[in-house]
């Protein structure tokens, strides 16, 4: 995982795997860079995540949470066909921006 | 139906597992040379079947979780997943999308919904205290 930060915000480089077991340490880097940086928009990008399951819409749903708190953004970037089928059937679509 | 093929997997609940599981079973499930979109949906719901054994069924302790795989005739893709964990009271409140009872550890409570979307037969049976079975079916390729 590569964080970048930017003029408008944070950028999240997610990679590998992302399941119940690796989700709690990525939410727990992220929330670390969130409350460091406080950024405006917070872009999280799927393009080389090689594996999703429903524990990346409790990813996704878990950091909206912590940016919309703070009056913030997300975007999701990147997102293979596979993915955006997790995410579709979750509504996450709706709360975030996809493109 | 006949059983061209079948092959079990027990494992311990633990977390580092799920990965090991679901890429076992897709590994086993290639013999019906399903293509990329089918092994993805495969991939997707025996990971979310068995994270719920290790979320929720054993959530008190440890234990070990069961996969039955078997290749039926028609190209047809079976798969067993048991726990003996806590089991379910209310099956039917569980199955029901963005329904959790692991909201402090940011579950979605979309498990049984992308069981359900992914594949084409999903049956869960459950008794509090005893454990729980989901089984699931796809058809690979239209049955080719």
């Known amino acids: 995982m590569i964080l970048k930060q930017h003029e408008r915000g944070l950028t999240v480089l997610l990679d ?37 399951d429903s524990s990346g819409i409790g990813l996704v749903l878990g950091r909206y949470k912590v940016m919309h708190e703070n009056g913030g953004s997300i975007v999701i970037e990147g997102a293979t066909q596979p993915i955006v089928k997790v995410m579709k059937l979750s509504g996450v679509d709706k709360l975030a921006r996809i493109r | 139906m006949k059983v061209m093929n079948e092959f079990e997997l027990k494992f311990r609940a633990k977390s580092e597992n799920e990965s090991f599981a679901r890429t076992t079973v897709c590994a086993f499930a290639a013999q019906l ?22 979320v929720h069924a054993y959530k008190n302790g440890e234990g070990t979780v069961v996969i039955n795989v078997k290749l039926l005739d028609g190209n047809m893709l079976y798969i067993k997943v048991r726990d003996k964990g806590c089991g379910i009271a209310d099956v039917q409140k569980a199955m029901e999308p963005m329904y959790t009872t692991a909201e402090s550890d940011e579950r979605a409570g979309l498990g049984f919904a992308v069981m359900e979307n992914f594949m084409d037969k999903l049956a869960v049976t459950s008794k509090p205290g005893k454990g729980t079975t989901v089984t699931m079916r796809k058809r690979i390729g239209n049955g080719k």
Do not use: Q, W
Request: hydrophobic share 40%.
């Open chain 2, 33 to 54: 040379d399903p293509n990329i979109s089918e092994i993805s949906d495969i991939r997707t719901a025996v990971s979310e079947a068995v994270t719920n054994c290790i």
């Open chain 1, 16 to 52: 590998g795997e992302i399941d119940h077991h690796a989700s709690k340490t990525i939410r727990e880097e992220i929330d670390t860079a969130i409350y460091e940086t406080v950024p405006d928009e917070l872009v999280l990008d799927f393009s080389i995540v090689s594996f999703m």
